[in-house]
């Protein structure tokens, strides 16, 4: 062996021991920026609509990258009605950037708002409005977002924008003010829920004739809402606590 | 006399930081006035403009997600195409041209042309990043206060990027390149052609970038053939992706001061690796 071939395999020898030397460094750092588990993750991926050049770009780091032409793809396929194209890309810009509340937040919008009313066609949505047809069009398509929604809530369960979307579904699409209720008593636990979800809840409640329950809820949000904020409508929350609380106050009579 | 000449010859022939200084600057100069540098500039600046589009979409408050992902991306791309290319031309270039063996008849150690070629580098690389860092802090800087205008209540808590992280993702990404320029000069000491240093330079790039691939499949291998194979893999190149902090300030999340630190000492180490070997390799290159 000559000395050239000598000195690559001592290079690469000693690049293997520094390798080694640094490699808690390494793996202390993977853990940190959130990159370890990611193979096992894009295994599941179906890479079948990739093109190869962004499979390669999607383990070369480039997810978020991908992610984003993908979405921007199905706004596309979103353009042209085109059910089956716009579902899939929701669902795989999900599946490659899930961190992404919006991919989720709007692929359930467009399929609890927009894919019913592509299958009613334009002429047919007054029509179908409040018939036991338009109904079942709509619940139809709401299982499906909420399927994607709680899928959603398991990768990111700190988000309270999704427990309200579903909660919104639940009431609006499938009739549910019972499941409704469950959502958005969820998300009013979590710490940064915005100011209305408290008081919405609290109006499911009273639809639901729960109204001491949400005479409590609207009492226990008031002691935590900043009297300056306008956004907090504390004046509309005091206003339905006195109305509930004679509501009450008459029942009780 | 013989003992008086040595002497000499150790006094003129004493390392010097200055000497591979003056060697970095001159490379810089030749660097900035390449075509390629500024076609490469005005390429990474045309993508950045047309992240501008994304307004058509009307995606919202996200729009600012979709900015700074393109900004990344393009940063990461253009910078690590610059840098192989220019640590290839400014180093194996000068070899290729026998202008090296004129610079090396002077007093001028191997060790300080290899270094000073790394510096060259590294300065147009820096200058390439800071600009194109610049405009991507300008560009959301500007289309965020736009989206807090129309719709303020996406905004609750003011702004969201954070742009002092975005300001240390170029510094790290600067970090990145020099032990990509650091791991092509290398190759260049052993190189005879710039196409096949070109090559490898690209080539270990896209290792790079998938090495946590073999990383993680190492832990997961039960054993035998593959597991030394993954290893080997693994150990043999550094992971780019460490220093891609630039999804989490995307998102809007906070990257901690550790984590920084964790990637810049990955990257002093490995850069100082890798010269420190180049050192060695071109001491030993018959020119």
Known sequence: MNSRRIQILVIVVLALVFGAVVRPLERSARAEIGREGTVGEMRSLSTARLSQGMSLALLGGYRPIVANMVWISMNNAWRKRDFDTTLAHIKLATSIDPRHEMFWLNGARIIA?????????RENIDRLEGTIEGSLIKQEFGAQALALLREAVVRLPD?????????????????????????FLEASKMPDAPYFVGRIYAEIL???????????????????????????MVPVVKDRIRRLEEELGRVGE | MK?????????????????????????????????????????????????????????????????ADFGFGGLSLFGSILTVILSVQLFLGEIEHRTALTLLAKPVRRSEFVLGKFIGTMLTVSCFVAALTFVLVLSLWIRESQLMAETPEFFPDGRRIRYADVGLFGLLHVLRLGVLSALVILFSTYASSTMFAMLMG????????????????WDASSGGISLIAYAVAS????????????????????????????????????????????????GRREL
Request: proline fraction near 3%; charge should be positive.
């Open chain 2, 202 to 217: 690209f080539l270990v790039w896209i290792g790079g970038q998938l090495q946590h691939i073999a990383s993680e499949a």
């Open chain 2, 3 to 67: 003992t008086a000449g040595r002497e000499r010859s150790e006094i003129v022939f004493r390392w010097s930081g200055r000497r591979a200084w003056l060697i970095g600057k001159n490379a810089f100069r030749e660097a900035i006035r390449m075509r390629f540098f500024a076609a490469l500039v005005v390429l990474a600046l045309a993508a950045f403009g047309s992240s501008f589009i994304f307004k058509e979409f009307n995606f919202g408050a996200s729009e600012l997600k979709f900015i």
């Open chain 1, 113 to 121: 708002n927009d894919m019913p009313a592509w299958r009613m066609g």
């Open chain 1, 206 to 232: 009273e639809r639901l004739g729960r109204k001491r329950e949400a005479l409590s809820v609207l009492k226990e949000m008031l002691a935590d809402l900043p009297a300056k904020d306008p956004m907090a």
């Open chain 1, 159 to 183: 988000r309270p924008r999704l427990w309200v979307e579903m909660g919104v579904i639940e009431w609006y699409k499938m009739g549910n003010l019972e499941g409704a209720a469950e959502m």
């Open chain 2, 235 to 282: 150990l043999a190149l550094p992971d780019f992706q460490l220093f891609d902090v630039g999804d989490k300030i995307a998102l809007g999340e906070a990257v901690g001061l550790g984590l920084y630190a964790k990637a810049a000492t990955y990257g002093i180490l490995y850069t100082a690796f890798y010269l420190w070997v180049s050192f060695f390799t071109f």
